[in-house]
């Protein structure tokens, strides 16, 4: 049996779940009222702050009280794709509340990538995302867009939630790689990151040996985990196919943002939807730079693409011409299937 108190504070969304310990099989809960996530591009304790003193439950507790759920959704994306300001933009009270990158996700890539049993693994993994959708608001439906070294579970979430819809979130592959030249040696390291938990849960499939990885410069490694996540993509869209999946490419998205947020609420089905761009048009997350906060320049973007590709433009253009003639011995398609409508 429940007690009171744990129940009337999992009756509250912004009690977020926000990690999972294994060891213990417990949530550990803190409070980000429906308001603070609007602020922060993810909600992580980089950007939220360490809680001192999460709320601890164990799981079985957890799913007992939780007596609802909302809908669900998901943007997968392969980073650098706008992905943050297009969950930001979803989030309109009365349709849909948006979840940027929760660390409870990351948790069940870590834990599973520490050997948990597949069956309970499977399992928790329901409960976590189970805990992620409760409801903010009656008739509300929830948009999860977790980080990217997620994508491995993207599959088996999809197949563990039957009803739930997917956005594949790209930035074509020069945009992709002027992204991880522009931000410096920290985004260089971080591709080499990825890549190695890629190669960990088995994503990556194009044909190099082991050793192949430690010759190729940082933006042959980038590509080659932006191939990988391209790889998967495909999978995901041949499996579960247009009634499910939708895809959608960052400069398609920039380019008229209000109408591209507005077509992917209609794939979701989200509350409001048939409002179209109207109901996102003065979104204020479309006016803003999703990490900084501030409000975009007229121009801004393109001059700060125009100043990398001045700098890094010859590397980029050899290690596309590279990408491409990889992605075609693989037979891995630079764009993606099932474009949203």
């Not at 109901?279 to 501030?294: C, F, V």
């Amino acid at each position: 049996m429940v007690d009171t108190a744990t129940a009337d504070l999992l009756a509250n969304a912004e009690w977020l779940a926000h990690r999972y310990d294994p060891q213990h099989d417990a949530f550990h809960y803190r409070f980000v009222p429906r308001a603070r996530h609007a602020t922060v591009p993810f909600i992580t304790d980089d950007c939220l702050g360490v809680e001192p003193s999460p709320v601890i439950i164990a799981r079985g507790n957890a799913v007992q009280a939780v007596s609802s759920r909302a809908p669900i959704h998901f943007i997968f994306h392969s980073a650098y794709c706008a992905s943050t300001m297009l969950v930001r933009a979803l989030d309109v009270p009365g349709s849909a509340m948006g979840l940027s990158e929760p660390v409870v996700l990351n948790d069940m890539i870590g834990w599973r990538r520490r050997g948990a049993e597949p069956r309970h693994h499977a399992q928790v993994l329901v409960d976590t995302i189970g805990q992620l959708a409760r409801p903010y608001a009656p008739g509300e439906s929830l948009v999860i867009k977790p980080s990217n070294i997620f994508n491995g579970l993207a599959a088996q979430s999809l197949s563990l939630f039957p009803h739930a819809r997917a956005l594949l979130l790209y930035a074509p592959l020069p945009d992709f790689l002027l992204s991880v030249a522009r931000k410096g040696l920290w985004c260089r390291l971080w591709t080499r990151e990825l890549l190695e938990g890629m190669l960990h849960d088995g994503l990556v499939d194009l044909g190099f040996e082991p050793r192949d990885f430690f010759r190729q410069s940082d933006l042959q490694v980038a590509a080659v985990g932006w191939l990988a996540q391209q790889a998967l993509f495909h999978r995901l869209a041949d499996a579960f196919g247009p009634a499910r999946i939708a895809s959608l490419d960052s400069e398609t998205l920039t380019r008229e943002p209000a109408d591209a947020v507005a077509r992917v609420a209609r794939h979701f089905a989200l509350p409001g939807c048939e409002r179209g761009r109207a109901a996102y048009a003065d979104h204020p997350s479309i006016a803003r730079n999703s990490k900084s906060g501030k409000r975009f320049v007229a121009g801004e973007r393109q001059s700060d693409q125009q100043a990398a590709r001045r700098a890094y433009g010859e590397e980029i253009d050899q290690v596309t011409v590279w990408a491409r003639a990889v992605a075609e011995r693989a037979g891995v398609a630079m764009k993606l299937p099932l474009p949203l409508s």
